[in-house]
């Protein structure tokens, strides 16, 4: 009944312009998770591609299968929704797992000083 | 025992599942009453502490700033990873003194912080009520603390009053 060539040219530049800025976001997010230095600023990186970059690809999904369908689409919401409620719970583990491991080696970054907290080869 | 001992809870249930199945008919509604009758007992068997949100023109207002701030700071983190303004960035830790004590607020207030990339939450210690959070790039302790308690403990303190 619907193909992709059926969409108008309008939502079909919506669809692609909130695809890629989605996916540029995620990317971008995954390079940090590379490129920062310590443990915590590295796991800020992540936290891009599950706001704004999921935001940005469920929009793109939701104007394809909304213009597509001829209704309203808005199962994407879903999964921004559960997004959003778990992705602190994995942060929060591996947070606090790092401060575990720095407090019982005798390091606590999170009562040193900001210019003496232990940075990790560059 | 009470028939909706969560009525808020189930509510979200059946919206859920509507939204799951795109539908509005009578089947899916029924289907998706009985799930929500059943979510709430589930969650009173796990004799969860309810929640009481009031103020639902402070929630949307803070819905809204929260919007923003998500979007201005996914900019500023990647604009640090790819390295424009290229100086001096100080990662820190900060310690923020709070009066919210609700667990749904708290646990409201964890996911924004974590939802806001360039904050991260990383211990909140009860009796004290002292939270720390992360951040990527730290120019005022002070100025955060104020921040986090204006901006989003003082509306979570409204609604979950």
């Known amino acids: ?122 | 025992m009470k028939l909706l001992p969560y009525p808020i809870a189930s509510a979200i249930f059946l919206g859920f599942w509507l939204l799951l199945n795109q539908s509005l008919s009578t089947g899916q509604f029924l289907l998706g009453a009985s799930m929500a009758l059943i979510g709430g007992w589930a969650l009173a068997a796990l004799e969860q502490p309810k929640a009481r949100p009031r103020r639902p023109l402070a929630i949307l207002r803070l819905a809204f700033i929260v919007s923003a701030d998500i979007v201005k700071s996914n900019i500023a983190v990647a604009c640090i990873i790819i390295g424009f303004g290229r100086r001096e960035r100080r990662p820190g830790f900060v310690d923020i003194p709070l009066e919210l004590r609700d667990p749904y607020g708290l646990a409201l207030l964890a996911c924004i912080i974590t939802s806001t990339p360039g904050t991260l939450w990383v211990k909140f210690e009860e009796p004290a009520g002292t939270l720390t959070i992360h951040v990527l790039d730290l120019v005022d302790k002070a100025e955060w603390i104020n921040t986090i308690k204006s901006r989003y403990e003082q509306p979570l303190l409204e609604i979950f009053a």
């Open chain 1, 1 to 122: 009944m619907s193909s992709a060539s059926e969409i108008s040219a309008l939502s079909a530049f919506f669809t692609a312009a909130l695809l890629l800025l989605g996916s540029a976001l995620t990317l971008i997010g995954s390079l940090g998770l590379l490129r920062l230095r310590s443990f915590y600023e590295r796991v800020h990186a992540p936290t891009l591609g599950t706001t704004l970059g999921v935001g940005c690809i469920a929009m793109s999904s939701i104007v394809y299968f909304s213009t597509l369908a001829g209704q309203v689409a808005l199962r994407e919401v879903l999964i921004v929704l559960f997004m959003t409620i778990t992705t602190p719970i994995t942060l929060m583990v591996l947070v606090r797992a790092a401060l575990f491991r720095d407090q019982t080696e005798g390091q606590d970054a999170s009562r040193a000083n900001i210019e003496n907290a232990p940075r990790p080869r560059e």
